[in-house]
């Protein structure tokens, strides 16, 4: 079966700092794997998918499949980043199974 | 934001009663789903349907029910039998293409 696991329901790191949100996952098939974010007061959005190997908003996320990680990082937080963040991973019928969630204070 | 509606915003519910939650979205996605959202446990999906008249369960549907009779609408019935229903719903569609799209949710609370 599959699981996302992020061990750190929370995490705090001083602005300016850089900060890694972990992300384990355990499937059998081709993994799909997304970042989503949920800021205060906002709906969640995604944030950034494997797929596109793309940066966004500083953030970038490489899939390792030999550690099974998809580990989020950003040399330098700001007071902005400071959100609730999912790891998800799309299994068979497009459906999405998330993490439990970390949420990131960012310090000024 | 739009797209996706939610409403209500907050509901209040009563133990022993039915409620629905209505989830309509304008942007022509085939696939809808639930989720229920609490604190620590993250996103755990309800129901989804992937095309009109059609709905699967998810990881925890019991005491839940859903219809899909319109590809714009995918009402969720929480029903007396679920025994812990106050928690964050959110309704999500997606298009095929890229990922999944959510709505601003419902907070459901039972007095």
């Known amino acids: 079966a599959q699981r996302v696991t992020q061990p750190e329901k929370l995490l705090s790191v001083f602005k300016g700092a850089p900060v890694e949100l972990k992300c384990n996952y355990s499937y059998s098939g081709s993994p799909e794997l997304f970042w989503y974010v949920q800021y205060s007061r906002q709906r969640l959005q995604l944030l950034l998918r494997h797929i596109s190997r793309e940066s966004i908003k500083g953030f970038t996320a490489d899939l390792n499949k030999g550690e099974t990680s998809f580990h989020l990082k950003k040399p330098f937080a700001q007071e902005e980043d400071s959100a609730m963040y999912y790891c998800a991973l799309q299994t068979g019928a497009n459906n999405l199974f998330f993490g439990t969630g970390t949420r990131l204070t960012v310090i000024p | 934001d739009g797209g996706i509606t939610q409403s209500p915003k907050y509901l209040f519910r009563k133990e022993g009663q039915n409620v629905t939650l209505s989830c309509e979205q304008n942007l022509n996605h085939d696939a809808m789903y639930w989720y229920r959202q609490d604190p620590g446990q993250g996103l755990r999906l309800i129901y989804y349907?992937?095309?009109?008249?059609?709905?699967q369960k998810g990881d925890i549907a019991e005491g839940y029910s859903v219809s899909r009779e319109k590809k714009e609408s995918f009402p969720l019935t929480v029903t007396s039998a679920q025994k812990n229903p106050t928690a964050f719903y959110l309704c999500a569609t997606y298009s095929g293409r890229d990922t999944q799209y959510f709505g601003p949710g419902t907070r459901l609370t039972v007095l």
């Open positions: 349907s992937q095309i009109v008249n059609d709905f």
